[in-house]
């Protein structure tokens, strides 16, 4: 009986950190979140940073003569095999201030997502494309879907042996499920309780079909704005940030409750 006890309080606690570890977050390099909101809240400011996946694309213009309208900066996470027929939407996105990450060549899950190398190629094919058109390499990567079910300790470090950063988001607009949903509901999903993070990085779309995204972009920075928030793109120095890696933490603990 005592066996069978011992048995049902190490489930039950292991259940518990099961769901605490789903309902995080996102985590910031070197476990320093909470630092890192430390001196934003020391020194009283609000950061936010705008992303967009998916493009270039003929769209991607619109979305950039927005953002000049508003001075605001930006980062476009880029799709390889789209740059070739919009390089000077590429070009533009540079000399105009914004930085430029690497959402993989094809988007395509099954082939980026095969292995790790396969995943490595697909961004180095991109990072090439990039620095042929704006003389520049990129090391920013976004995880098509984001890095959750794909990113555990050894190909982390596998990406940093590659010199590649991973960046998330906290906060998104359902624009990548449906490109169709009304630009009221994209701002009120853009602008959902932004108080919870900081800083704040929020996805968005910017291919073809995103048209109403476009529409809400004007609203969403005018949200920000006025809740005095400073808009900044991702760089190189910009601290790393990605979603846990929850089955490298239950194995862990596992191996810890059971070892003996």
């Not at 001196?39 to 609000?46: F, H, M, S, V």
């Not at 998916?54 to 799709?79: H, Q, R």
């Not at 590659?162 to 999903?189: C, H, M, R, T």
């Not at 968005?204 to 949200?223: F, G, Q, R, S, V």
Request: glycine share 4%; hydrophobic share 35%.
């Amino acid at each position: 009986m005592k066996y069978k006890n011992n048995i049902f309080v190490r489930a039950a606690v292991f259940m518990c950190i099961f769901f605490m570890t789903i309902n995080s977050n996102v985590v910031f390099a070197n476990n320093s979140k909470h630092n890192l909101n430390e001196d934003l809240q020391k020194d009283n400011k609000k950061i936010i940073y705008l992303t967009f996946d998916d493009g270039p694309s003929k769209l991607t213009d619109k979305f950039l003569d927005i953002l000049k309208e508003n001075n605001v900066k930006a980062t476009f996470f880029l799709i390889g095999n789209q740059i070739e027929d919009n390089e000077q939407v590429v070009k533009r996105i540079y000399s105009e201030g914004h930085s430029i990450g690497l959402h993989t060549y094809t988007h395509k899950y099954r082939k980026i997502y095969k292995n790790g190398d396969s995943f490595i190629d697909e961004m180095n094919k991109s990072n090439e494309l990039i620095k042929k058109v704006t003389g520049k390499e990129s090391h920013l990567i976004r995880f098509p879907g984001g890095s959750r079910k794909h990113l555990n300790k050894n190909f982390l470090e596998k990406l940093h042996n590659n010199n590649f950063k991973i960046y998330d988001w906290n906060i998104q607009a359902s624009d990548g499920i449906n490109p169709k949903i009304p630009p009221y509901k994209l701002v009120k999903e853009a602008t959902k309780d932004p108080d919870k993070h900081n800083p704040v990085i929020l996805l968005m779309h910017c291919d073809y079909m995103h048209k109403n995204t476009c529409i809400a972009l004007p609203e969403i920075i005018k949200y920000y704005k006025s809740q005095g928030y400073e808009f900044k793109p991702i760089t190189e120095d910009t601290e790393e940030i990605y979603f846990p890696i929850k089955t490298n933490k239950a194995s862990s603990f596992l191996e810890k409750l059971f070892k003996n």
